[in-house]
């Protein structure tokens, strides 16, 4: 008498499947999410950069009756007793010379803007120039910085300035812009661009990937 022994085929039912399948769009979905959520945090400290610098004029120039960067008296103004050099002055022609992007060994007054605030206490940062962190970054670690307006003004953008930042990702660029002008980074106060041979050119189109310099005229 011969036994017989039934093969039985191992394998995942449809209801396994089905809540693989659900967990795995758990998942992801979850990831997308939080992606959501840094990307906003982002958007939401590059806008406050945008915000700030006006209100470090408006302050600066409420206590110290001048500009800073272009303040002739900011030594009196902002260094301490013990150091009356800390800075340099400025030449009080009532605008920020320089470019937003300028290095610290350019010496300009788009560089002393941020040792101006700074000494006098309205934003954090390193207050000496030789220090490796001076220049400001964003929250993105791009370069942030302004200028004033003007026929030099990057991108055509009008303003009394023009403040610009640097490495933000296009997908941010447009949420940026939606928060802050007319949600085309191509028209109004905020646009972007792209440096090439050291200078800003506007980008036609965004990429999503692709990091820009959005600008902002105030």
């Known amino acids: 008498m011969h036994s017989k022994q039934i093969a039985r085929q191992s394998g995942f039912t449809l209801v396994e499947i089905s809540i693989v399948l659900v967990i795995v769009g758990l998942l992801l979905g979850g990831?997308?999410?939080?992606?959501?959520?840094?990307?906003?945090?982002?958007?939401?400290?590059l806008a406050q950069d945008f915000r700030s610098v006006p209100m470090f004029i408006n302050t600066y120039q409420?206590?110290?009756?001048?500009?800073?960067?272009?303040?002739?008296?900011?030594r009196s103004h902002v260094c301490p007793a013990s150091d009356t050099a800390c800075t340099v002055n400025g030449n009080a022609n009532g605008s920020i010379?320089?470019?937003?992007?300028d290095?610290?060994?350019?010496?300009?007054?788009?560089?002393?803007f941020w040792?101006?605030?700074?000494?006098?206490n309205l934003a954090a940062g390193a207050t000496s120039i030789a220090d490796p962190d001076f220049l400001p970054l964003n929250?993105?670690?791009g370069r942030l910085g302004i200028q004033t307006g003007g026929a030099t003004a990057p991108l055509g953008i009008s303003g009394n300035y023009i403040i610009c930042?640097?490495?933000i990702p296009g997908k941010i660029v447009r949420q940026l812009d939606g928060m802050l002008d007319d949600g085309n980074p191509a028209t109004g106060a905020m646009r972007a661009g792209v440096v090439t041979d050291s200078a800003l050119a506007?980008?036609?189109?965004?990429d999503d990937g692709t990091a820009y310099v959005a600008c902002l005229g105030v």
Not at 97 to 101: D, F, I, L, Q
Not at 115 to 120: E, K, P, T, V, W
Request: net charge negative; aromatic share 4%.
């Open 139 to 141: 929250s993105v670690g």
């Open 165 to 167: 930042s640097a490495g």
């Open 31 to 45: 990831v997308l999410k939080g992606q959501e959520l840094i990307d906003s945090a982002k958007t939401k400290n």
């Open 202 to 206: 506007e980008a036609a189109t965004l």
């Open 62 to 74: 409420d206590i110290f009756h001048a500009l800073p960067g272009d303040d002739s008296r900011a």
């Open 97 to 101: 010379g320089g470019n937003w992007n």
């Open 115 to 120: 040792q101006h605030i700074r000494l006098a």
């Open 103 to 112: 290095e610290t060994g350019a010496g300009s007054e788009a560089i002393y």
